[in-house]
């Protein structure tokens, strides 16, 4: 029996250290970003400069894994030669691919770099197979990354109505996921994935600590509370417990993390092409945590498909990096539509 | 890599802060500093975010060790603090256990905070830009000597 094509592994690397722990464990391709706002995991101290950029390609590339830059954020009013220089930067360098998002950007690209391979991002927030296609017929796009609100029957649908390869989320914090679309961000703070490059700046976070306990705060509206034993999370508003009607709970969302080992013999056979890991704001360590876990699982899929069992070993290392510490299928799995 | 060392999560017993909390301070912090000023001149710390932690204080506390370090970063150089910041710009505390599994890259800086056993407290923007900084290090690597392989 010939072996089922298994989804390429997509790695997150916002350093270099990170981009050796993906390559080392496993990963076929990494992604990364520069230092700067053309990307959406804009944080200090985080991404690559261009030395590190360098020297990150040369060490994936020889060892014939891709490198996929995102500049996925949206070009900002008078700043649209900022992205244009990313994406000149970006062939110069010789990546495999660029992740973007501005249909202007997809546009200007497509006609001044005919040869770059394009991947819609998922702040690009096609959710359906015509969206996609329109992508593909206007500026080339070869994949696209879809946003976490479908089931997996939707993206079975989408992969059968599209010749663009589909790339979807294995692993990593969830939160209300309507990418590319969602401006809670700049309700709280003023600044949002889509203008800045970070949901929720860090500069706006103010952690509280007192006897017992410790309060979230973000631009100083109050997200949470957590006793000191109680698992925590990043404060942003969709995460937040607030007071509805007297009740004081998640209003919007839980914090959890996505985990699709219980469903990737299903993610390969409706031909999905490649399974991303969220978490450029990881270290290091979470990076060869996470992904050494899917390359096993992965590596297994391929060898006896019809035998595959989810490890709890595997469980068990993922479940311990979730935010939240709790593990979903996502809208994967949704008894509801 | 499973069958690497690992450092297990401990909590060293109750007499360790008591004594500690007693003890002078100082030397933690003039060690710390001393360390901190080596890897910056050997280019481990990158120049540019350096630059960004100008006259910021710091305070690292080993909870269960009952012992604090508190440093400043002035012109260029770690220098350690005689007497420890009521409110210093970044404090970072954790038990022994936690902060030898995050040198050692065994454990996640985000995973511990999350799990509530490494807590942050301050400049939340100068906490993510000493976490990235620590986190883009490249440790030199050790020599893969024959002796050490299984």
Redo the contacts between chains.
């Keep these: 029996m010939a072996a089922r094509k298994i989804p390429q592994l997509v790695c997150p690397a916002?350093?270099?250290?990170?981009l050796r722990a993906a390559v080392d464990h496993g990963a076929d391709a990494v992604y990364l970003g520069y230092r700067n706002d053309t990307n959406a995991r804009n944080?200090?101290?985080?991404n690559f400069?261009h030395r590190?950029m360098v020297e990150g390609i040369r060490y994936a590339q020889t060892r014939h894994r891709q490198v996929l830059m995102a500049i996925n954020t949206f070009a900002q009013p008078g700043r649209f030669a900022d992205w244009q220089r990313a994406v000149d930067g970006a062939v110069e360098l010789g990546v495999d691919a660029v992740i973007l998002a501005d249909v202007g950007l997809l546009d200007d690209s497509s006609r001044r770099h005919p040869d770059l391979r394009l991947h819609l991002s998922v702040q690009g927030s096609a959710t359906n197979y015509e969206a996609v296609n329109f992508a593909h017929r206007e500026f080339g796009v070869r994949r696209a990354v879809l946003p976490r609100v479908l089931t997996l029957a939707q993206v079975e649908t989408v992969i059968r109505n599209t010749p663009v390869e589909i790339e979807v989320f294995g692993f990593g914090s969830l939160c209300v996921m309507n990418e590319g679309r969602c401006w809670l961000s700049s309700y709280a703070t003023g600044e949002s994935p889509n203008t800045v490059g970070a949901c929720s700046?860090?500069?706006f976070?103010?952690?509280q600590?007192s006897p017992g306990g410790?309060a979230t705060r973000l631009n100083g509206i109050l997200i949470d509370c957590?006793a000191?034993?109680?698992?925590?999370?990043y404060p942003t508003l969709c995460k937040g417990r607030f007071e509805v009607q007297g009740e004081t709970y998640y209003a919007l969302e839980e914090p959890t993390s996505l985990n699709v080992l219980d469903i990737l013999p299903e993610i390969a056979r409706i031909g999905v092409a490649a399974i991303k890991v969220e978490g450029r704001?990881?270290?290091?360590?979470?990076v060869?945590?996470v992904t050494?876990t899917l390359r096993a699982a992965l590596d297994e899929l391929a060898r006896d498909e019809r035998h595959f069992s989810v490890r709890p070993a595997w469980q068990a290392e993922l479940a311990?990096?979730a935010?939240?510490?709790q593990v979903t299928l996502g809208a994967y799995h949704r008894p509801w539509r | 890599?499973s069958q690497r060392f690992t450092i297990p999560g401990f909590t060293l017993p109750g007499f360790f802060s008591t004594i500690g909390a007693h003890l002078p301070q100082w030397p933690h912090s003039l060690a710390l500093a001393t360390a901190l000023n080596a890897a910056a001149r050997t280019g481990l710390l990158p120049a540019?975010?350096l630059t960004?932690l100008e006259g910021r204080s710091f305070v690292v506390e080993v909870l269960d060790a009952g012992s604090v370090a508190s440093f400043v970063y002035r012109n260029g150089l770690f220098r350690p603090l005689l007497t420890v910041p009521v409110t210093p710009d970044l404090c970072f505390q954790a038990n022994l256990s936690a902060f030898l599994q995050l040198l050692a890259?065994?454990?996640?800086?985000?995973?511990l905070?999350?799990?509530?056993e490494l807590?942050?407290?301050g400049d939340?923007?100068?906490?993510?830009?000493?976490?990235?900084?620590l986190?883009?290090?490249?440790w030199p690597q050790l020599p893969q000597l024959s002796l050490f392989r299984r």
């Design positions: 916002g350093s270099l250290p990170a944080f200090a101290g985080l400069d590190s700046p860090a500069k976070v103010q952690w600590k410790m957590f000191d034993a109680e698992p925590a999370g704001q990881r270290s290091p360590t979470y060869a945590q050494r311990r990096l935010e939240g510490s | 890599m540019d975010t960004q890259r065994q454990e996640d800086p985000d995973t905070f999350f799990r509530r807590s942050i407290g939340t923007e100068l906490g993510l830009l000493v976490k990235n900084m986190d883009a290090i490249e």
